[in-house]
């Protein structure tokens, strides 16, 4: 039987297969980043980068009780003026680099958006889950008014593909994503705030309090929000949350995904897991007859 072909495609950026090394985990530096893609990852995201150095929080900063996974880790990243040359050291891979930034406002997002572009990505991926001046616990990506200035801002300073990160932490995805509507692709979702208290000391675990949880605990809300979003729109959506196998990655392309990002299992697995989930996928495909993954992508939207 023949084998089948894994390849797709983000707007012009073409994938060799579906699996990306999701944003934080092991991406802060090149050596690692170009060893992921050496791996069998087909894309790499960057650890998101800000204006400044920051060094992040105090430990702990990860809660841990298999499979819960919560971190609180505070964006530690290098600033953007010192990743050009991780950025070129990744891209030696030969496979697409995307840059995530952050930022306070529009402005920030506008200059980091072009540094990245500089250094030779082949798109931005804007995390709107970071903490927004408003106060505590709020985010960037809960304001549809500055999610909307922010993407309009980014896509007409730079000419790479915008990506936009959601967080899950809304009351109306759909808002926020018709916000995001003028991205080339949503990047859906960012951590579930959550939180871990230590009953005989009697406080929360991490030195932040709250966290976020990713891992397979937030796989249905990641499939939820793939679902929603594709139910609604017509934009490539790259589902990231929970992803642990093969078989994991099918449910989002059944959800309507073109591509998937793995974050907390790269964690847990190490890099072995990019050759795992493409034999699962092959897998999948060779027993249910399928020769490529457009032929089930989004199939349980109908
Ligand atoms: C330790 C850690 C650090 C993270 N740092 C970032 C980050 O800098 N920017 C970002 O957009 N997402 C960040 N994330 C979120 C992941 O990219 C991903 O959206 C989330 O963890 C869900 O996917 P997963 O279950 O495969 O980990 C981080 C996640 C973890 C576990």
């Known amino acids: 039987m023949s084998i089948s072909d894994i390849s797709t495609s983000i707007g012009n950026i073409n994938l060799s297969n579906p699996f990306i090394l999701a944003s934080g985990i092991l991406d802060e530096n090149g050596y690692t980043m170009k060893r992921i893609l050496s791996e ?11 204006m400044e150095e920051r060094n992040g929080y105090k430990p702990p900063i990860v809660a841990i009780d298999d499979p819960i996974f919560i971190n609180a880790v505070g964006l530690p990243n290098p600033g953007i003026l010192n990743v050009g040359e991780e950025i070129k050291t990744a891209r030696e891979s030969g496979k697409p680099v995307i840059g995530s930034i952050f930022g306070k ?5 506008i200059e980091l958006a072009g540094k990245m572009e500089e ?17 505590f616990g709020s985010e960037i990506g809960g304001d549809p008014n500055l999610v909307r200035k922010i993407v309009k801002g980014v896509k007409g300073a730079i000419s790479k593909p915008v990506w936009s990160k959601l ?24 951590t579930v705030r959550g939180m871990k208290i230590d009953i005989y000391s009697k406080k929360p675990v991490l030195s932040n309090k709250v966290g976020g949880l990713s891992g397979s605990s937030i796989k249905p809300v990641g499939i939820r ?15 990231v949350g929970g992803i642990e196998s093969g078989f994991d990655a099918v449910e989002y392309i059944m ?6 990002q793995i974050g907390t299992a790269v964690w847990k697995y190490g890099r072995a897991v990019f050759s795992k989930v493409t034999n699962e996928l092959l ?3 060779g027993s249910e007859g399928y020769g490529k993954i ?9």
């Open 225 to 239: 929000s793939v679902y929603e979003v594709k139910s609604n729109m017509d934009i490539p959506v790259i589902g």
């Open 294 to 302: 457009e032929e089930f992508r989004g199939i349980a939207l109908k």
């Open 283 to 285: 897998e999948f495909m």
């Open 255 to 260: 959800a309507g995904a073109t591509a998937v």
């Open 105 to 109: 406002d529009e402005n920030e997002f």
């Open 167 to 190: 967080s899950p932490n809304v009351t109306n995805l759909l808002d926020i994503a018709n916000a995001a509507s003028d991205s080339d692709a949503l990047v859906l979702i960012n």
């Open 119 to 135: 250094y030779g990505v082949s798109a931005v991926e804007l995390n709107l889950s970071c903490p927004h001046v408003k106060g």
């Open 40 to 50: 069998g990852a087909s894309a790499a995201v960057t650890k998101s980068i800000g």
